[in-house]
């Protein structure tokens, strides 16, 4: 079970959380430039690291708002939450 | 046509969220009532919608989290979330404040949802009333980490709820209608856990 700081509420039980997988992936375009191959990565392809992984998570069943956390996949560890939108802020494990 | 359509002379009568269930608990610590009828408005909107909400109503809308502004017409507007907010208030105050509501919120972008009968309210009060919430619910009630007055959307076990601190030993508990029976039996079990 993951403490989760919502950047709204505070620290909550994850059971209330919803992950949306990973952050920050961004859209390729304009349309007419996007092949097949950089249309399947934006679709499938996933970083899926051992270590520090960028995510966003949603808050379901409290305050409805979605954010960002980076996440230690390793030890879970939460290393930094930040508002949709944002930049990804560096984060002591440094990536 | 259904046969209840059909049936001529059939009247419409009114049953409540809890009719049909018993809600003893059979224990000593916990009691649950049915916090009765009443006016439910769910708000999303910025914060103009607030504002104007606040100023049209003569409350103190509240911006953060577990906040809950209440007045002496007893209505009550709790705070779910950055741009969300339910209202409750008496089952006769309806017409009147959405009245209100749609005069403030005329120009401004935002969605007013009335809930008054999709929801159903709880009254679970008692001794041990924090201790049988957390058999399915993973907030800290400790009276200092959730005082009277503090609310918020969580879960218990697998129904969604919003929880509100009416008293130092009693919560309401707001759920959909159709989790009623879900949410009493559950507490009705965890009641007797604590004896
Ligand atoms: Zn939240």
């Not at chain 2, 601190?165 to 965890?190: G, K, M, N, W």
Request: net charge negative.
């Amino acid at each position: 079970m993951l403490l989760i700081l919502c950047p709204y509420c505070g620290p909550r039980a994850e059971i209330e959380f919803r992950c949306g997988g990973e952050s920050h992936i961004e859209r390729p375009g304009p349309y007419s430039e996007v092949d097949d191959g950089a249309w399947a990565d934006y679709l499938f392809t996933r970083k899926n690291p051992k270590g520090e992984h960028r995510e966003r998570w949603l808050h379901a069943a409290g305050c409805r708002q979605w954010f960002n956390v980076a996440r230690d996949t390793v030890s879970h560890t939460i290393l930094a939450v930040y508002p949709m939108g944002k930049t990804r802020p560096p984060t002591e494990a440094g990536t | 046509m259904s046969d209840v359509a059909a049936s001529k002379g059939a009247e419409a009568a009114r049953r409540g969220p809890f009719a049909g269930l018993n809600l003893d608990t059979r224990a000593s610590g916990v009691t649950l009532a049915d916090a009765g009828p009443c006016a439910r408005f769910l708000l999303r909107g910025g914060g103009a919608a607030a504002l104007a909400v606040g100023m049209a109503l003569h409350l103190d809308m509240p911006r953060e989290a577990y906040g809950c502004a209440t007045d002496d017409a007893g209505r009550a507007m709790l705070w779910l979330g950055p741009d969300e907010w339910m209202l409750v208030a008496p089952e006769d105050d309806a017409a009147a404040l959405t009245q209100k509501l749609d005069a403030a919120l005329n120009d401004l972008a935002h969605a007013l949802t009335d809930i008054s009968h999709r929801n159903a309210g709880l009254i679970v009060r008692g001794p041990q009333v924090a201790d049988a919430i957390n058999a399915g619910c993973p907030l800290d009630l400790d009276i200092k980490a959730f005082p009277v007055g503090a609310c918020t959307r969580t879960l218990l076990a697998k129904a969604e709820i919003v929880l509100w601190r009416i008293e130092a030993d009693a919560f309401r508990i707001e759920t959909t209608r159709s989790f009623a029976p879900y949410v009493v039996a559950l507490l009705q079990q965890a009641a007797r856990d604590q004896d």
